[in-house]
Nanobody
Framework: QVQLVESGGGWVQPGGSLRRSCTAS????????MGWYRQAPGKERELVAH??????TYRDSVKGRFTISRDNTKNTVSLQMNSLKPEDTAIYYC???????????????WGQGTQVTVSS
């Protein structure tokens, strides 16, 4: 099996910073891409940031404030969130496209999700 375990998150005042990390472990042959999603109450889950071996993408509302990074030696993806706004409040989930040994296809795996609250 494959597990994605997240850390970080919590509460912060507007303008503050938080860092989220996510580590994949278990039966892993390779990981193609990793990313962070979020879901606010009453809204659909949306992609926040995405990273492959050669590129990163961000949704427009977080560009210049959030930075995604990846450590392939540790199967870890991180999200540095700066200049946080109340509208960034949501449950944040990490995601990874994992190919398991002996399997022909990759499969998306999800972290457990952690609340990030931005308020004064």
């Amino acid at each position: 099996q494959v597990q994605l375990v997240e850390s970080g998150g919590g509460w912060v005042q507007p303008g503050g910073s938080l860092r989220r990390s996510c580590t994949a472990s278990g039966s892993i042959f390779s990981i193609s891409d990793m990313g962070w999603y979020r879901q606010a109450p009453g809204k659909e889950r949306e992609l926040v940031a995405h990273i492959t071996s050669g590129s990163t993408t961000y949704r427009d509302s977080v560009k210049g404030r959030f930075t995604i990074s990846r450590d392939n030696t540790k199967n870890t993806v991180s999200l540095q969130m700066n200049s946080l706004k109340p509208e960034d409040t949501a449950i944040y989930y990490c995601n990874a496209g994992v190919t398991r040994p002996g399997r022909p296809f990759e499969f998306p795996y999800w972290g457990q999700g952690t609340q990030v609250t931005v308020s004064s």
